[in-house]
């Protein structure tokens, strides 16, 4: 009875050391992932200013893949790449584009996702494709640092191209006549488009390569972004991203597959 006693007092005393040192470990660090809230359904508030969206939801998730809270950090554009150089946020989820001039300063992912490219113009422009648009006399509206400003400044000719902060203004400048083209993704250009008929043409022509998206971490964190990867190809298995596109772009994904286009998460050639 003495032993039984003896050995029961030493278990007590092993369980009480083991939630000590359990209690007293500290708690993962946040993982800080920066986004520009100005894309929806990808990158956006809630009714309550909440982030929200498609990115959001991809950022948790992978969040409880690795046992760590996500914090959203809302940044303008143009510093979403130096908040992930400056350690500000730890990656970068906001639907941009991989490209050879961005790997030169962050790492990327694998592809999660499509970056589709159209034209919204003028209604009474009758423009019919790219070609129609690169004329003198014409005007190209574009937003700075998006994949169609990287797109106009290799490969618009004639026609006079103006960079603004955001697509809202670019929008404006087409409906107000000011501008015969915008330059900016497919799913913007749709619903831009759907919100402006009176005013507005779509053009959902491929005049460049199907870009893809991924996510950007800080040169050399390999180990975060190996992570990233593990999570991307999990994630699509297991259907992950069919449940983004059924919560979050359930008409647009029907409205896309009767036009034909290749849809965002789609990434089988």
Known sequence: ??????????????????????????????????????????????????PSGISVD?????????????????????????????????????????????????????????????ILTNKKSNIKDFQDLDRKGNTIAVKTGSTGFIFAMKNVKNAKVIALADESACVTEVIQGKADGFFYDQLTIYRNWEKNKDTTTPIFIPYQDVDVLGVAAKKGNTELLNKVNEFIVKYRKDGGFDKLSEKYLAKEKVDFGKLGFKWFFDLEN
């Open 1 to 50: 009875m003495k032993n039984k006693l003896k050995y029961l007092f030493m278990l007590i005393i092993v369980i009480i050391s083991v939630v000590g040192c359990n209690s007293n470990k500290e708690p993962a660090k946040p993982l800080v992932v920066a986004m520009e809230l100005a894309y929806p359904p990808f990158e956006m508030k809630d009714l309550n200013g909440d």
């Open 58 to 118: 991809f950022a948790k998730d992978f969040g409880k893949y690795i046992g760590r809270e996500v914090k959203i950090e809302n940044i303008a554009w143009e510093g979403l790449i130096p908040s992930i150089q400056t350690g500000k946020a730890d990656l970068v989820i906001s639907s941009m584009s991989i490209t050879n001039d961005r790997k030169k300063v962050v790492d990327f992912s694998i592809p999660y996702a499509n970056a589709l490219q159209g």
